[in-house]
Every structure is written in structure tokens, then in C-alpha cells.
T-cell receptor, first 116, second 109 residues
Framework: GAVVSQHPSWVICKSGTSVKIECRSL??????MFWYRQFPKQSLMLMAT?????????EQGVEKDKFLINHASLTLSTLTVTSAHPEDSSFYIC????????????FGPGTRLLVL | GQNIDQPTEMTATEGAIVQINCTYQ??????LFWYQQHAGEAPTFLSY??LDGLEEKGRFSSFLSRSKGYSYLLLKELQMKDSASYLC??????????WGAGTKLIIKP
């Protein structure tokens, strides 16, 4: 299957700092990427849909100014958590939709964010 | 509203067979996915069904009935490493992926 990488895999930061997470599709071009958040023992929660060359579409309840998404190329999307607080500590996972009829999403390995 | 239902948790024995059901009510249908997610890891793609019937892939099979809004994932010859959450997801008419809450599968020796 398609390969999606995510970096970093672990982040520990102080409250008030900003954290950038990168998501890359390694062997295909992804016009659409997705950002999810998952709290322990809970379901995946879609945060936003990122389309190359245009603004991201955020789900209801997700603050656009806090979670900045940039999809500058067909293989890279970034999520920046601005002024992070302890309640932002979570598992952030990106996925990229492969081209073609199946619309299959392939997931990156995820990034664990711990805000102290 | 859009809704996907699957059992919260199931338990099965190593070497046995288990069937995880998923029912859905969505605005349109463009395919159903099953993903596996081990604790602390991201989901991995297992299967995709868009037409009625059974898709077999090794020890895993996935079935779809569009008229009933129903799918199941069948796992044969269970191994301890199959202990994970299994997520059912449906693509609606807008090609948005609607996720079920997942079924936690516990395998006992």
C-alpha cells in the first residue's frame, strides 16, 4: 500500500509554545490530506481536510487559528498547534487519500504531543 | 444524520473465527472500509468493498450488503497479534469518510 510518513513521532513542549507536525505522502501525490486527533481509548476525530493549494476545511468545533494547516505541495501537509496548552495533548494522525476510484486513506504513524 | 454502528468490544479465542459486524445509515454510499488499529498506533488499511459480496484477503474477509446497509469483517485462524481495534468507515455521497467508533477485539489463548 501507499506510504505516508509523519514527523516528529513524539513532541514534549511547554505550555504556550507552538508545535509543527509534518505529513508526507512518500510514493504518491495526494491532493487531499486529513488531520485527525485521538484521545486515549477514544475514536478518531477528524479535525480538518487539507486540499493542496487551497484553504483547509475545518470540522465544527475545531479552532482554525489554533490549528494551522498548510498543504503547500502534493506530498506535504503541515499542522501547527499554536500556543499549545495541556488540553491539546493528544495523538495527532494524518492521512493521505490515494488517487483513483477507491478514495482509500492511508495513515501516517501519528505524532504524540504532550504539553506540560 | 449519518451513523455507523459496530460492537464496542468482542472476545475470541486464539485459532478461532470471529465476525465483526457494522451497520450504517449515510447520505449516499461510495464504499466501505475496514481498518485495523493496534493500541498506540495509527490505523492501517485492511479492506474496501463497494459492490455487494465477499472480498477475501488471506485470513481476513469483508462482506457488504448495500441494500441492508450492512458489512462484516471475518477473521479466521485468530492469532494473538490480531488483538486490536477494528474500525468500519463509509464514504458518503460527498466522498466524506464517516467513521464508526471501532470494535476492540480481545484474543485469549
Amino acid at each position: 500500500g501507499a506510504v505516508v510518513s509523519q514527523h516528529p513521532s513524539w513532541v514534549i513542549c511547554k505550555s504556550g509554545t507552538s508545535v509543527k507536525i509534518e505529513c508526507r505522502s512518500l510514493d504518491f501525490q495526494a491532493t487531499t490530506m486529513f488531520w485527525y486527533r485521538q484521545f486515549p481509548k477514544q475514536s478518531l476525530m477528524l479535525m480538518a481536510t487539507s486540499n493542496e493549494g487551497s484553504k483547509a476545511t475545518y470540522e465544527q468545533g475545531v479552532e482554525k487559528d489554533k490549528f494551522l494547516i498548510n498543504h503547500a505541495s502534493l506530498t506535504l501537509s503541515t499542522l501547527t498547534v499554536t500556543s499549545a496548552h495541556p488540553e491539546d495533548s493528544s495523538f495527532y494522525i494524518c492521512s493521505a487519500r490515494s488517487p483513483g476510484g477507491r478514495e482509500t486513506q492511508y495513515f501516517g504513524p501519528g505524532t504524540r504531543l504532550l504539553v506540560l | 444524520g449519518q451513523n455507523i454502528d459496530q460492537p464496542t468490544e468482542m472476545t475470541a479465542t486464539e485459532g478461532a473465527i470471529v465476525q465483526i459486524n457494522c451497520t450504517y445509515q449515510t447520505s449516499g454510499f461510495n464504499g466501505l472500509f475496514w481498518y485495523q488499529q493496534h493500541a498506540g498506533e495509527a490505523p492501517t488499511f485492511l479492506s474496501y468493498n463497494v459492490l455487494d459480496g465477499l472480498e477475501e484477503k488471506g485470513r481476513f474477509s469483508s462482506f457488504l450488503s448495500r441494500s441492508k446497509g450492512y458489512s462484516y469483517l471475518l477473521l479466521k485462524e485468530l492469532q494473538m497479534k490480531d488483538s486490536a481495534s477494528y474500525l468500519c468507515a463509509v464514504t458518503d455521497s460527498n466522498y466524506q469518510l464517516i467513521w464508526g467508533a471501532g470494535t476492540k477485539l480481545i484474543i485469549k489463548p
